[in-house]
C-alpha cells in the first residue's frame, strides 16, 4: 500500500489544531491486533460467541488499545506527523466497541512547550456519539520537514480460511445427511465425525470393531449412545458393510476411518456390488488459500497415478460437478502441463488440447476449458498477458486438472505446507460421495471435507447449489488494516 505523508514543526503548529479520522472495527481488525500483540484474550476475538459477556452486539470487543493505536496513527502521519516522538498518553474508557461499529478519532492541540512539547486532547466517539475514550497526549514535535512523502507499506495476509467457513456455513439450513464412517478406531479418525455432526453436517453411521471404537471414544471423552453403530470385525467387513449401506440408500455418503484406502476402495469400485457409476472415480481437493478469492479444486491427486485421456475426461467433469456444488456456476478450468503451447514431445499438452475441444463440442459440460496452460499462466493474469495468452480461462482458473498424480500431490502439499491453505476433498464418480480422510488432516479440513459432501449431495439431488454469492472482504489487508 502506498501512503502519502507530511508534518508540521513546532512553530507550525496552533493551539486549536484539529485532526480527525472514521474508523470501522473489523473483524479483520480485531485479528490483526490479536496476531500483532499476541493478546489472544477470547473476548477480542469474532470466533469465541458469547463471551463478550452481552456488552456489544456480536459478543467481540474491541481491545482498548485499538484505540490507542488509532490516535497515534493520527499523531505519527497527519499531527504534527512523521517524526513525532511520544513522551507521554493517558486514555480513560467509557464505552465498549464491536465489529461493525464506527467510530471517529480526533486529536486537537491545546498548548504547546518550548522547546518541542506538544499537548494534545484524544477523544474516541462512536457514530451514535456515546464517547469511548478520552484522554491526553504529550508528544516531541518533528526536528524536520517532510512534504508529500510517499512510502511503500507492506500488505499484510491473514490466514484465517474464509471460503472453508463460507462453504460450512451454507450448510446450515440443509438436513444433516446420513454418512457412513468406516474404521472410526482412532481418536483423530472419530473426532472428525463427531465435530461434523455437532455442526449439523452429518448423521454418522460408526462402523468398525465396537471394542476399539469405544475405546477411541473414551480417549475423547464422547458417548456414542445416540448413533447408529455397526459392529465389524475387520477392515474389510467395515468397508463392505458401507458400500451396502450405500447401496440400499440408507447412507449418502461414506467417510474413511483408520484404515488403508486400497482396502475401501476395492469394496467400492467391486464390479458385483460396488458404487460404480459408470464414470471414472477421482479425488478433487479443494484448497482455501490465503489472498485467493475463490476455493481452488485440484485434481486428480490422490487416485489416478498417470491417467490417459479417458480418465481426464471423467476427472474434468468430476471436478466441474464439484465446483458447481459449491457456488461457481460456470467454473473456469485450467488443464496444466509443463508449458502453454501445444508439444507432441510432452504428451499431457495433447490432453490439454483434447479435452478442451471436447469441452467445446459437449463432452464435458458446466464448465470453460482452456489447455494446455503453466501454473503461473493459468492462475495469474499478469503472468498470461506476458505471453500472449487469449482466453477465457488463463489468469482466472478456479479447476486445475493436473497431468499426474505425483504433479497434483506435490502442488496440493505445497499450497497446504508452503502456502498456508486448509485442504479438503472428496472422491466422486462414485454413486455416492467419498471423504478420503488423511492423518495429517486437522479439525477444520475434515469439517470441510463433510461440508462438500453434503453441498454435493444437495446439487445432485436438486440441481441447485446451496452455496450464496462470497461477501466477505478480500484477505489481503492493507497495513491501515482496511480491508480491500
Partial sequence: MEIVVSNKLFNEIKVGDRVSMDRVCTEHDLYLFASVTGNFNPLHLPDEPGLGQGE?????????????????????????????????????FHARVGVGDEVEVSVEVIDKREPQLIILET????????????????????????????????????????HCERLVASCAGLKPIAMAVICPEEPQALEGALRAHAAGLIEPVLIGNRRRVDAAAASLGADLAQFQRIDADSDFASSAAAVR????????????????????LAEVVRRDGGLRSGRRISHVFVMDTPGLEHPLFISDAAINIAPDLAAKADITQNAINLARACGIAVPKVG??????????????????????????????????????????NAV?????????????????????????????????????????????????????????????????????????????????????????????????????????
Avoid at 64 to 90: E, I, K
Avoid at 137 to 152: G, I, N, Q, S, Y
Avoid at 252 to 261: D, I, P, R
Avoid at 387 to 398: D, M, P, R, T, Y
Wanted: aromatic fraction near 4%.
Fill in 123 to 162: 477523544r474516541v466517539v462512536k457514530s451514535s456519539g456515546d464517547l469511548v475514550a478520552d484522554g491526553f497526549a504529550e508528544v516531541f514535535a518533528p526536528l524536520h520537514k517532510v512534504t508529500d512523502v510517499r512510502l511503500e507499506a507492506p500488505g499484510i495476509m491473514l490466514r484465517k480460511h474464509r
Fill in 56 to 92: 456489544v452486539k456480536g459478543g467481540a470487543v474491541a481491545p482498548s488499545m485499538w484505540f490507542a493505536a488509532l490516535v497515534a496513527n493520527l499523531l505519527g502521519t497527519t499531527l504534527p506527523g512523521p517524526g513525532t516522538l511520544y513522551r507521554s498518553q493517558s486514555l480513560n
Fill in 245 to 264: 449401506m450405500a447401496r440400499e440408500g440408507k447412507v449418502q455418503a461414506l467417510m474413511k476411518g483408520h484404515l488403508h484406502t486400497d482396502v475401501m
Fill in 380 to 484: 495469474n493474469l499478469a503472468a498470461a498477458r506476458s505471453k500472449g495468452i487469449q482466453s477465457l480461462v488463463a489468469g482466472h482458473a478456479q479447476v486445475l486438472i493436473v497431468p499426474n498424480m505425483e504433479a497434483g500431490n506435490m502442488l496440493a502439499k505445497e499450497l497446504t505446507f508452503v502456502a498456508s491453505s486448509l485442504a479438503a476433498g472428496l472422491v466422486l464418480g462414485a454413486s455416492v460421495p467419498i471423504i478420503l480422510t488423511s492423518r495429517a488432516d486437522d479439525a477444520q479440513s475434515r469439517l470441510m471435507s463433510c461440508a462438500l459432501a453434503h453441498l454435493y449431495v444437495h446439487w445432485t439431488k436438486t440441481g441447485v447449489t446451496a452455496v450464496k454469492a462470497p461477501a466477505a472482504p478480500a484477505e489481503v489487508i492493507d497495513q491501515d488494516g482496511a480491508g480491500l
Fill in 335 to 376: 488443464i496444466l502441463s509443463a508449458v502453454e503451447t501445444v508439444n507432441p514431445a510432452i504428451p499431457s499438452t495433447i490432453d490439454a488440447a483434447v479435452l478442451a475441444k471436447m469441452a467445446e463440442r459437449g463432452q464435458i459440460v458446466g464448465g470453460i476449458v482452456d489447455g494446455p496452460l503453466a501454473m503461473d
